[in-house]
């Protein structure tokens, strides 16, 4: 075990998505739909390759900082609504969640050469209430921030960080304070937040969903009950609401 930050597959894929065009981005969603394996495959040798990464007595944060809604100007309005409180999703029955921590830097380590936020600032963590409890991770995509695809893959870079044994060990003890359920399986959120409907970014919604439910389901056929992969929901907010809560967009898994 070793505090040197390692890159992974997925990682690297991240990056590369990063520089393309929307058209480009699509483009991809659409091929690696086709070809799942792919990406399953990236999932797996991150894991992997996680599991040498040990630093479970340090938190997620420098020490004496104080929680802060994200400082992208077109989260802070989502973000604000999320931290006050307990939010249902409307269209997912009996589904409820509350926010633990923002801004998780899951690789940091003291002197280690983490990466900041884009190569992984976690925009929320989040538990939804037992039984089973069930841990969170959450991405933002608001105004025209980035779009499904790119949301997905960052989702699934940070899932591969996080859900090793060292790393859910530091999670339980420095974000949760509870012990969480053997095998442990997370959520995640890919969260839309005052989106043009009508822009070429959000026509790769649909092919998310239809990447996102190809995925799953290989990544559940490979790993069986091994895996660290609970629900992906897509979830939109959009004008403040005097309720708590917010739309599902689509779901898969779980």
């Excluded at 931290?83 to 633990?100: D, H, L, N, T, W």
Aim: charged letters at 25%; hydrophobic letters at 40%.
């Amino acid at each position: 075990m070793a505090r040197t930050v390692p890159e992974t597959a997925l990682s690297i894929r991240y990056k590369r998505i990063k520089g393309m065009t929307v058209a480009e981005r699509r483009d991809e969603c659409e091929r690696l739909a086709r070809c799942s394996s792919e990406l399953v495959d990236d999932f797996l040798r991150s894991l992997d390759a996680m599991r040498a990464f040990e630093n479970r007595d340090e938190g997620f944060h420098p020490p004496g900082r104080k929680a802060n809604p994200v400082d992208r100007p077109g989260t802070v309005r989502c973000m604000k609504f999320l931290m006050a409180g307990p939010v249902s999703v409307v269209g997912q029955k009996g589904y409820s969640f509350r926010i633990v921590d923002t801004e998780i830097a899951p690789l940091r380590a003291r002197n280690a050469g983490a990466p900041r936020s884009g190569a992984g600032g976690i925009d929320y963590v989040a538990i939804v209430e037992g039984p089973p409890v069930v841990p969170v991770i959450g991405e933002v995509k608001a105004g025209n921030d980035g779009d499904a695809f790119y949301a997905f893959v960052q989702l699934l870079t940070y899932l591969a960080w996080m859900c090793p044994e060292a790393q859910l060990a530091r999670a339980t003890t420095h974000l949760f304070r509870q012990s969480l359920p053997s095998p442990t399986r997370w959520d995640l959120h890919l969260l839309l937040c005052d989106r043009n409907k009508r822009s070429a970014k959000e026509r790769l919604v649909g092919p998310t969903e239809e990447l996102a439910q190809r995925f799953s389901q290989e990544v559940r056929f490979r790993m069986a009950e091994q895996t660290p992969l609970g629900r992906i929901l897509c979830l939109r907010m959009g004008e403040m609401s005097t309720k708590r809560t917010i739309e599902l967009v689509w779901a898969c898994g779980g």
